[in-house]
Protein backbone atom coordinates (compact mmCIF):
# COMPACT_ATOMS: atom_id res chain seq x y z
CA UNK A 1 0.00 0.00 0.00
CA UNK A 2 1.29 3.27 -0.77
CA UNK A 3 2.06 6.10 1.32
CA UNK A 4 -1.08 8.22 0.06
CA UNK A 5 -3.31 5.50 0.70
CA UNK A 6 -1.85 4.78 4.40
CA UNK A 7 -2.51 8.17 5.02
CA UNK A 8 -5.79 8.32 3.61
CA UNK A 9 -6.93 5.39 5.76
CA UNK A 10 -5.77 6.82 8.52
CA UNK A 11 -7.31 10.15 7.70
CA UNK A 12 -10.85 8.16 7.64
CA UNK A 13 -10.57 6.43 10.70
CA UNK A 14 -9.69 9.86 12.65
CA UNK A 15 -12.72 11.21 11.35
CA UNK A 16 -15.31 8.98 12.04
CA UNK A 17 -13.55 8.14 15.87
CA UNK A 18 -13.90 11.94 16.19
CA UNK A 19 -17.85 11.65 15.23
CA UNK A 20 -18.15 8.96 17.42
CA UNK A 21 -16.88 11.08 19.89
CA UNK A 22 -18.65 14.37 19.08
CA UNK A 23 -21.87 11.48 19.27
CA UNK A 24 -20.90 10.24 22.47
CA UNK A 25 -20.43 13.90 24.22
CA UNK A 26 -23.78 15.21 23.32
CA UNK A 27 -24.81 11.96 24.36
CA UNK A 28 -23.33 12.22 27.77
CA UNK A 29 -23.95 16.30 27.82
CA UNK A 30 -27.56 15.25 27.41
CA UNK A 31 -27.87 12.54 30.23
CA UNK A 32 -26.66 15.19 32.57
CA UNK A 33 -29.37 17.76 32.19
CA UNK A 34 -32.97 17.94 33.60
CA UNK A 35 -35.72 16.89 31.79
CA UNK A 36 -37.39 20.20 33.27
CA UNK A 37 -34.54 22.46 31.82
CA UNK A 38 -35.76 20.91 28.11
CA UNK A 39 -39.22 21.91 28.44
CA UNK A 40 -38.72 24.99 29.87
CA UNK A 41 -36.25 26.13 27.25
CA UNK A 42 -38.89 25.36 24.66
CA UNK A 43 -37.03 22.51 23.13
CA UNK A 44 -37.96 18.94 22.38
CA UNK A 45 -37.82 16.51 25.33
CA UNK A 46 -34.87 15.03 27.08
CA UNK A 47 -35.94 12.19 25.98
CA UNK A 48 -36.57 12.70 22.50
CA UNK A 49 -32.51 13.95 22.45
CA UNK A 50 -31.48 10.94 24.17
CA UNK A 51 -33.06 8.65 21.71
CA UNK A 52 -31.99 10.42 18.76
CA UNK A 53 -28.16 10.98 20.59
CA UNK A 54 -28.41 7.42 21.23
CA UNK A 55 -28.93 6.36 17.36
CA UNK A 56 -26.35 9.10 16.58
CA UNK A 57 -23.73 7.44 18.78
CA UNK A 58 -24.28 3.82 17.56
CA UNK A 59 -24.20 4.59 14.27
CA UNK A 60 -21.05 6.99 14.18
CA UNK A 61 -19.56 4.13 16.66
CA UNK A 62 -20.50 0.92 13.73
CA UNK A 63 -19.60 3.69 10.96
CA UNK A 64 -15.80 3.26 12.16
CA UNK A 65 -13.68 1.75 9.88
CA UNK A 66 -12.60 -2.29 10.55
CA UNK A 67 -9.07 -2.56 11.06
CA UNK A 68 -6.54 -3.89 8.67
CA UNK A 69 -8.39 -2.48 5.57
CA UNK A 70 -11.12 -4.69 5.11
CA UNK A 71 -13.88 -3.39 3.36
CA UNK A 72 -16.72 -1.02 4.85
CA UNK A 73 -20.09 -2.88 5.04
CA UNK A 74 -21.71 0.25 6.90
CA UNK A 75 -22.84 2.90 5.06
CA UNK A 76 -20.19 5.55 6.21
CA UNK A 77 -22.41 8.26 5.21
CA UNK A 78 -24.68 7.57 7.41
CA UNK A 79 -21.59 8.79 9.89
CA UNK A 80 -22.54 12.47 8.53
CA UNK A 81 -26.25 12.29 10.06
CA UNK A 82 -24.96 11.35 13.01
CA UNK A 83 -22.29 14.40 13.40
CA UNK A 84 -25.23 16.41 12.27
CA UNK A 85 -27.75 15.48 15.18
CA UNK A 86 -24.34 15.65 17.62
CA UNK A 87 -23.63 19.30 15.85
CA UNK A 88 -27.28 20.48 16.06
CA UNK A 89 -28.04 19.06 20.11
CA UNK A 90 -24.53 20.76 20.88
CA UNK A 91 -25.10 24.83 18.78
CA UNK A 92 -28.90 24.49 19.11
CA UNK A 93 -29.92 22.44 22.39
CA UNK A 94 -27.14 22.93 25.15
CA UNK A 95 -27.08 26.57 24.91
CA UNK A 96 -31.04 27.09 25.65
CA UNK A 97 -30.77 24.44 28.25
CA UNK A 98 -28.04 25.17 30.13
CA UNK A 99 -29.37 28.47 32.03
CA UNK A 100 -32.23 26.38 33.25
CA UNK A 101 -29.84 23.35 34.79
CA UNK A 102 -27.46 25.33 37.09
CA UNK A 103 -27.60 24.45 40.08
CA UNK A 104 -29.12 27.14 42.77
CA UNK A 105 -27.48 27.03 46.21
CA UNK A 106 -27.37 24.40 48.64
CA UNK A 107 -23.38 23.24 47.28
CA UNK A 108 -20.07 24.79 48.29
CA UNK A 109 -19.53 28.21 46.90
CA UNK A 110 -16.89 28.22 44.22
CA UNK A 111 -14.84 31.71 44.03
CA UNK A 112 -15.36 34.73 46.00
CA UNK A 113 -13.76 35.45 49.63
Known amino acids: MSIIGSLQI ?17 LVDCLRRPAGAFTAAGKRTRTFWTWVLVAATVVAFISIPPPLGLPLRFPSMLALAS ?31
Open 83 to 113: AAAAIIYLVDVRPAVAPYSRRRGGGPSRGGW
Open 10 to 26: LLFLVFYVVIFGLSAWA
